[in-house]
């Protein structure tokens, strides 16, 4: 496994103002979503697993993956202190890894996607990883310029356009997409200024086998 830029934030990754953001993201997802009690939920870019955390007493169990092996210590700590029964981490990279087909009802990722060189890939890894009638979840960056990270290293992307996006997964084969705004984070952009960066959460659904 090899070092990555997000092993050297890990242990200070869990800030009141994250651990927040994951719980109204968490609550937009149950309401929106409304998965069943066994539901299978994949949290893809997990990190410190905040939304696995927030989502586990709802779902029958959540896969937490991410290519960090630091994101997954911290993650690992927490599930040993208890309380996470339903938590199964994995270390997975998208651009080198292969998921098993169909392992899932709903796909997750909240602000991963800038970080991957490719979208179209993404879109149909988790097509394939959700059973059919599942849902693909995205929380994102609206396009922002670049002003949101100040270091650019390992950023693919300066947020999304919801057209291009819906498009991509369009095209992988998803269905009934549909954008709401879900959050903004307020911090102090690249140029300096303190600005809002509104974030939108898109589901998309994967057709359901015919019978
Ligand atoms: C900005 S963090 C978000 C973490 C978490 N979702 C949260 O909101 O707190 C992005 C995460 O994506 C993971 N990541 C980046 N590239 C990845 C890849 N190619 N495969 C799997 N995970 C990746 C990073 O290790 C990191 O934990």
Redesign the pocket.
């Known amino acids: 496994m090899s070092t990555?830029?997000?092993?050297t934030?890990?242990a200070a990754?869990?800030t009141q103002d994250?651990i927040e953001?994951?719980r109204v993201?968490a609550q937009a997802f149950l309401r929106e979503v409304a998965p069943g009690p066994d539901a299978v939920v994949a949290?893809?870019?997990?990190?410190?697993?905040?939304?696995s955390q927030a989502v586990a007493p709802h779902v029958g169990e959540v896969i937490a993956?991410?290519?960090?092996a630091?994101?997954l210590a911290v993650l690992q700590q927490k599930c040993q202190a208890g309380g996470l029964e339903n938590v199964r981490y994995q270390h997975?990279?998208?651009?080198?890894?292969t998921l098993q087909p169909a392992m899932c009802d709903v796909f997750i990722?909240?602000?991963?996607l800038?970080?991957?060189?490719s979208i179209d890939h993404y879109a149909s890894t988790a097509l394939g990883a959700l059973k059919s009638g599942g849902c693909a979840l995205v929380?994102d960056l609206e396009e922002e310029g670049g002003e949101f990270h100040e270091d650019h290293a390992?950023v693919h992307h300066h947020g999304f356009s919801r057209v291009a996006l819906e498009q991509v997964f369009a095209d992988a084969g998803f269905c009934a997409i549909r954008f709401q705004t879900v959050y903004h984070i307020r911090k102090k952009s690249r140029s300096g200024t303190e600005r809002d960066f509104p974030l939108f959460m898109m589901l998309a659904y994967k057709p359901a086998a015919e019978v």
């Open positions: 990555n830029s997000f092993d934030k890990a990754w869990d994250r953001r994951a993201w949290d893809f870019g997990t990190g410190t697993g905040l939304l993956l991410d290519s960090s630091g994101m997975f990279d998208i651009e080198t890894d990722s909240c602000l991963t800038h970080h991957l060189r929380i390992g």
